[in-house]
């Protein structure tokens, strides 16, 4: 009885580390496994070229996007301007590309305001002292207004590259490289320097990396830099994905995000548990639920329904926190 | 304490999992549109297949109605269908997205209420038939239009509009109304021109018809600011009424859905007393609410037009007609029809459309769609079938507000 106890301990302490992460997997593989063997009873296939290219097509930019936001909650901040950064950026790219016949120009232009815009806000919650979220909330309603003029000066709801060829950027093989090559890139920014390891600090304990003489305001804004340029690449994939930027293009990409890091694991308040691997897990499990229920039957109303579900069950089974809200 | 909250969420999480995998369950055997295929049609020689309706709209009564009249036609045709919703703002990438997700083997057709990424669509898919719902398609049918590649494509079969294609013959129509019905001061309301250019044209078209009316009229007609006031995907501010060249009007015309967008803010100024209690709305579209309805016709909503969701024959003919192989033979070129109208003017005739039209409840057996003009104008029924004499019928009054007398 004593040695039964004793076994416990271990495994309950391993689940208590890596809980978040088993269960981020675990949905993943379930999804899989699941799809895998109930489409083909409907005469379908999850692993059909067509269907893994819409898959891809599917997790690209949200993935894209996930994987630069991380370094962002892994600070315990949110950043509730994302969408419309990517619909400002789609739409720059798709302008500017039109005037020039090249993407290049539009897509140096991004990456130049999207520096601008992590400064602005990475640095002004502590310099101005208020929380995070609000600067964002500024800057999304800023991005939201200049998008609506625009489009209203063009007197059109949306952009299309007139003699640009884009169909590279629907290349399911290029999305991977693309995306592998993110992953790596931010992994070892994350994981091996003083960014990604100040980033976690100052989301676990802000005050203690303070008294450590970690600088708050520099490691902000170089998270936030780094994070604007995945955001960038993303609004590459998503203007690629059919040649064009509208008005409404990128609304509601933060939620995905916050969606996708919760379904692979991340938590919500960041700190020394945040990882990149949540964004890629998250954005597939995402995903893959997007595509795999219309093929099982799931009527297209319902697949809302159960990815909401989903989403609750993940945040019951992997939230920790003493007062029992989101995970920690 | 402790254990009592984890064996909480432990047992919450637990309820949702066993709701979700009933939901799942229950959607797979139900399936959206719930016909089994197969069909009961004469002909036993048809081919089969899934439709998919790409709807801009989740509830209301035009969406009540196009799913009744799925579940009828694809029933009795032999066909599946299902819903798939399209980005609410008619973002390309966001239909396109709609449409790869829904995709299946067994998908023949598509039915689009929006144009967004329509190009796209037909790249990825060069085998899917395609017709517009409800739609003008100015992105496919102007010159410069971001679709125009589609229209034509021999897959894509046109699309049937919400009404006038052409703002102008809008602007005519409605200048007519105001006219007629003796209005000497009225104000325009409008969906922005990015989203709607007709509308603009619209807008321009009723001043002009009317500044030549007052040339010769005793009584001239004010239509009030330059421009119309544009309603930004939102309803009309209060603060609209607070300005006193809108204190005293006759009416305002809603370039928009109007009983969404017009009608909340008009009929709380009149009850504050900030409007005119005698300001009348000539608008479109038809919400279902009671106190709408009932608002119609001699109430607030003076002038009703709307677009007869009916004529989604329109689309089921189009596609039904080439998925079996059998296209009109005349049948050359896509092209956008005009929507014919339900001119709703009177409490008589808004009480037809309640009673003796499925505009309200979805209702197929008082469809004007009956197992008669499907016989008459489907090729499978009726070979000599011509599309002269199908695009007459689908222009005609039996889609107007006469067809429910």
Redesign the interface.
């Known amino acids: 009885m004593e040695e039964t106890k004793k076994k416990s301990v271990p495994l309950k302490e391993w689940w208590r580390k890596n809980g978040a992460a088993a269960a981020s997997y675990g949905g993943l593989i379930f999804c899989i496994i699941l799809f895998s063997i109930v489409t083909p009873l409907?005469?379908?296939s999850i692993w059909s070229p067509?269907k893994l290219a819409?898959l891809m097509?599917?997790v690209i930019v949200t993935a894209l996007m996930s994987v630069g936001a991380v370094f962002i909650y892994s600070l315990g901040n949110l950043d509730i301007s994302i969408g419309k950064q990517i619909g400002l950026y789609a739409t720059i790219m798709v302008f500017v590309g039109n005037l020039t016949g090249s993407l290049i120009p539009g897509i140096l232009i991004c990456l130049v305001l999207s520096v601008v815009i992590a400064v602005v806000n990475g640095a002004s919650g502590p310099l101005l002292n208020i929380i995070p979220i609000i600067p964002s909330v500024v800057v999304m309603q800023v991005l939201s207004g200049i998008i609506?003029v625009v489009?209203?000066t063009?007197?059109?709801?949306?952009?299309?590259l007139r003699t640009i060829d884009y169909s590279v950027f629907k290349s399911p093989v290029l999305m991977f490289v693309v995306l592998a090559i993110e992953v790596a890139v931010t992994a070892f920014l994350f994981n091996y320097t003083r960014v990604g390891k100040y980033a976690r600090m100052l989301g676990a304990n802000k005050v203690a990396a303070g008294q450590s003489g970690v600088s708050l305001l520099k490691f902000r804004v170089l998270c936030y830099i780094i994070a604007g340029i995945c955001f960038v690449v993303a609004a590459v994939f998503?203007m690629g994905?059919?040649?064009?930027a509208?008005?409404?293009?990128g609304?509601g990409f933060e939620m995905n995000i916050m969606v996708a890091l919760i379904l692979g694991g991340m938590p919500i308040s960041g700190g020394m548990r945040s990882r990149v691997s949540a964004a890629v897990v998250g954005a597939f499990t995402f995903s893959i639920l997007?595509?795999g229920?219309?093929?099982?039957?799931?009527?297209?109303?319902?697949t809302f329904?159960?990815k909401a579900?989903?989403f609750?069950?993940v945040v019951?089974?992997t939230?920790r926190k003493k007062e029992?809200t989101l995970p920690k | 304490m402790k254990k009592f909250r984890n064996v909480t969420k432990k047992a919450t999480a637990a309820v949702f999992a066993g709701v979700l995998a009933l939901s799942v369950l229950t959607g797979c055997s139900t399936a959206d549109g719930g016909s089994s295929g197969g069909g009961s049609g004469e002909d036993t020689n048809t081919v089969g297949g899934k439709i998919l309706l790409m709807s801009n709209v989740s509830s209301g009564p035009m969406y009540d109605y196009n799913i009744a009249f799925m579940d009828k036609w694809t029933e009795e045709l032999g066909y599946t269908y299902e819903v798939v919703y399209g980005d609410s703002a008619n973002d390309p990438a966001g239909n396109l997205n709609a449409v790869k997700n829904a995709m299946t083997s067994d998908v023949v057709g598509l039915i689009v209420m929006q144009d967004g990424g329509l190009v796209d669509i037909m790249t990825e898919y060069p085998e899917l038939y395609v017709v517009g719902l409800g739609n003008d398609m100015l992105s496919v049918y102007s010159d410069d239009g971001a679709n125009a590649a589609v229209a034509d494509n021999d897959h894509f079969f046109g699309t049937v509009a919400g009404g006038y294609a052409n703002g102008e013959d809008t602007g005519k129509m409605l200048a007519q109304t105001i006219i007629d019905a003796g209005y000497e001061k009225v104000a325009v309301c409008m969906s922005p021109a990015f989203a709607y250019p007709q509308y603009a044209v619209a807008d321009q078209t009723i001043r002009e018809e009317i500044a030549a009316y007052n040339e010769t009229a005793e009584t001239p007609i004010e239509v009030v600011d330059d421009e119309a006031t544009v309603l930004m995907f939102k309803p009309l501010d209060a603060t609209f009424f607070n300005e006193p060249a809108h204190q005293d009007l006759d009416a305002i015309i809603g370039l928009c859905a109007g009983q969404q967008f017009i009608y909340p803010p008009l009929s709380s100024a009149i009850a504050s007393g900030t409007a005119n209690p005698d300001t009348k709305l000539i608008t479109f579209g038809m919400e279902g609410s009671s106190d709408l309805v009932a608002d119609v016709g001699t109430g607030i909503v003076q002038q009703l037009y709307v677009p007869n969701y009916e004529e989604i024959f329109f689309c089921m003919a189009m596609l039904d007609n080439a998925i079996q192989g059998k296209q009109y033979s005349d049948y050359t070129q896509s092209e956008v029809l005009d929507g014919v109208y339900v001119h709703i003017s009177s409490d008589e005739i808004m009480s037809n459309i309640e009673n003796n039209s499925p505009l309200l409840n979805g209702d197929m057996s008082k469809s004007i769609i009956t197992d008669e003009v499907a016989q008459k104008y489907l090729t499978r029924y009726n070979p000599d079938a011509t599309y002269a004499e199908f695009r007459e019928f689908m222009l005609s009054d039996a889609f107007s507000e006469k067809a429910y007398e």
């Open positions: 409907r005469g379908e067509a819409t097509s599917d609506t489009f209203s063009l007197g059109t709801r949306s952009i299309t998503q994905y059919t040649g064009s509208s008005d409404s293009t609304t997007d595509v229920l219309p093929m099982i039957g799931l009527p297209t109303r319902m329904i159960v579900v989903i609750l069950i019951l089974m939230s029992g």
